[in-house]
């Protein structure tokens, strides 16, 4: 079984930074993309950021150059750098991964991390 474990969520006034992480564990498996999608209170969830095995990057226009992902495949983890953020970046976070176990290919959730922008 694979588990998606996240930290690193909080409350930050407009203007400051949060990094967010994510770490994949568990047996036997390999993993393609990994990424964040936020849900904002009565909103759907979006993509914020995506990142594949190979390194190739894709932001949702509202943070790009505001926010970075990066990963670290020794330790199957992703992150999100938060900077300049902004009270309309309030969501739940939630960690993404697509992850083969054998031959078998699944998309993987983490529970969601609170991120709260004052103004």
């Known amino acids: 079984q694979v588990q998606l474990a996240e930290s690193g969520g909080g409350l930050v006034q407009a203007g400051g930074s949060l990094r967010l992480s994510c770490a994949a564990s568990?047996?036997?498996?390999?993993?393609?993309?990994m990424g964040w999608y936020r849900q904002a209170p009565g909103k759907q969830r979006q993509l914020v950021a995506t990142?594949?095995?190979?390194?190739?990057?894709d932001y949702a226009d509202s943070v790009k150059g505001r926010f970075t992902i990066s990963r670290d495949n020794a330790k199957n983890t992703v992150y999100l750098q938060m900077n300049s953020l902004k009270p309309e970046d309030t969501a739940v976070y939630y960690c993404?991964?697509?992850?083969?176990?054998?031959?078998?290919?699944?998309?993987?959730w983490g529970q969601g991390t609170q991120v709260t922008v004052s103004s």
């Open positions: 993404y991964a697509a992850i083969v176990v054998l031959t078998t290919s699944d998309d993987y």
């Open positions: 568990g047996s036997s498996f390999s993993i393609n993309a």
């Open positions: 990142i594949t095995s190979g390194g190739t990057i």
